[in-house]
């Protein structure tokens, strides 16, 4: 059966998945966003669906993603990352992807 995803998305998603004893992540574990391009694109995987969006940071879809994550109860967690990638790597504008999504109702503030 053909996916629709690229072969990288899919190998993203496996390396997001692989704990340190190479064991499937608990739900606690799960990354949502695979920062991409110096923070210009990245990778959402969506619990709610089963699906992995390669999305552009400053996009409408990507807010939109986002909302639909939020709405299921998973806007700590990524907030989370969020701050995590923003404080690894400052360059990479993570922080005005933060506030982009708090700007548009979807984080809180």
């Not at 990288?8 to 990354?31: I, M, N, Y």
């Not at 695979?34 to 409408?60: A, C, F, Q």
Request: aromatic letters at 6%.
């Amino acid at each position: 059966m053909a996916s629709n995803t690229s072969k990288t998305a899919r190998a993203s998603v496996r390396a997001g998945q692989a704990g340190a004893s190479g064991a499937l992540s608990v739900l606690g574990e799960f990354k949502y966003l695979i920062p991409l391009n110096k923070g210009k694109h990245v990778y959402v995987r969506n619990l709610t669906n089963g699906k992995t969006s390669h999305l552009s940071t400053t996009s409408d879809a990507f807010v939109e993603e986002i909302r639909v994550l939020a709405g299921a109860g998973h806007a700590a967690k990524i907030r989370a990352e969020l701050q995590a990638f923003a404080a690894t790597e400052p360059s990479h504008g993570w922080d005005a992807t933060e506030k982009r999504l708090v700007e548009a109702g979807v984080l809180e503030a």
